[in-house]
Antibody, heavy 120, light 110 residues
Framework: QLQLQESGPGLVRPSETLSLICTVS??????????WGWIRQPPGKGLEWIGS???????YNNPSLKSRVTISVDTPKNQLSLKLSSVTAADTAVYYC????????????WGQGTLVTVSS | QTVVTQEPSFSVSPGGTVTLTCGLS?????????PSWYQQTPGQAPRTLVY???TRSSGVPDRFSGSILGNKAALTITGAQADDESDYYC??????????FGGGTKLTVL
C-alpha cells in the first residue's frame, strides 16, 4: 500500500527557505503513470495547489507563488522535495505531498501533512 | 487568474440529499477539466472521493456521485449521514500542468 510521509523543520524564519521532504513507500516515485505534487493549507483556510512534477522532470507551479517554488525528485531515495524561498508569515500552513494520476489529473494518495510555521 | 467557485457552506438533514457545485469565475466547467472532489475532516488529510467528473475512488460509498450540472461540476450526496459532515473541495485541471482548488464547502448535517 502506498504511503507518503512529509518531513522537515516545523519552524522557519521569515525571508529564509522552507525545505520539505516527502518519502514514498510502497510504490516507485519514478513510475510513468503518476506525477507528484505539493498542496498546502493555511490554518483555518482552504487547500492550495503549490506545484507538481511529472515523469521526466517537468515541473509546473502555481503562478501566484511565482518563482519561489522548486520541486524535485530523488529517485534513488524515492523522495520528493519542496523548496519555497523568501517565506513570510503568509506561508504558514500544513503542507501535504500527494500522488497524481497523469491521465486523469487528480490526486489519489495523500501524506498526512506537516505544519510549518514562519516566525522569527 | 481563474477562480474556482464553491458554496462556502451548506446544510442537509440526516437522510437527505445535497448537491455541492464547482464553477468557474469565467466560463463553464466540462469534463475536459477533469473535475475531482475531496473530503476533509478537521486535522485530517483530504480523502479522494470522485475523479474524472463521476468516477468514485476505491472504497467510496455509492451515495457519493459526481456529474456536470449545467455549467458546473457537482457532487451529490444521497442519504446524508452524520459522518458526512466535513469540508469538501473540488479541483479542476486547467491544462499545462496547472490544477486549481476551489475554496471548499463546509457541509453541516443536522
Amino acid at each position: 500500500q502506498l504511503q507518503l510521509q512529509e518531513s522537515g523543520p516545523g519552524l522557519v524564519r521569515p525571508s529564509e527557505t522552507l525545505s520539505l521532504i516527502c518519502t514514498v513507500s510502497g510504490g516507485s516515485i519514478s513510475s510513468n503513470s503518476y506525477y507528484w505534487g505539493w498542496i498546502r493549507q493555511p490554518p483555518g483556510k482552504g487547500l492550495e495547489w503549490i506545484g507538481s512534477i511529472y515523469y521526466g522532470g517537468s515541473t509546473y507551479n502555481n503562478p501566484s507563488l511565482k518563482s519561489r517554488v522548486t520541486i524535485s525528485v530523488d529517485t534513488p531515495k524515492n523522495q520528493l522535495s519542496l523548496k519555497l524561498s523568501s517565506v513570510t508569515a503568509a506561508d504558514t500552513a500544513v503542507y501535504y505531498c500527494a500522488r497524481g494520476s497523469w491521465d486523469r489529473y487528480y490526486f489519489d494518495s495523500w501524506g498526512q501533512g506537516t505544519l510549518v510555521t514562519v516566525s522569527s | 487568474q481563474t477562480v474556482v467557485t464553491q458554496e462556502p457552506s451548506f446544510s442537509v438533514s440526516p437522510g437527505g440529499t445535497v448537491t455541492l457545485t464547482c464553477g468557474l469565475s469565467s466560463g463553464s466547467v466540462s469534463a475536459s477539466y477533469y473535475p475531482s472532489w475531496y473530503q476533509q475532516t478537521p486535522g485530517q488529510a483530504p480523502r479522494t472521493l470522485v475523479y474524472s467528473t463521476n468516477t468514485r475512488s476505491s472504497g467510496v460509498p455509492d451515495r457519493f456521485s459526481g456529474s456536470i450540472l449545467g455549467n458546473k461540476a457537482a457532487l451529490t450526496i444521497t442519504g446524508a449521514q452524520a459522518d458526512d459532515e466535513s469540508d469538501y473541495y473540488c479541483v479542476l485541471y486547467m491544462g499545462s500542468g496547472i490544477s486549481v482548488f476551489g475554496g471548499g464547502t463546509k457541509l453541516t448535517v443536522l
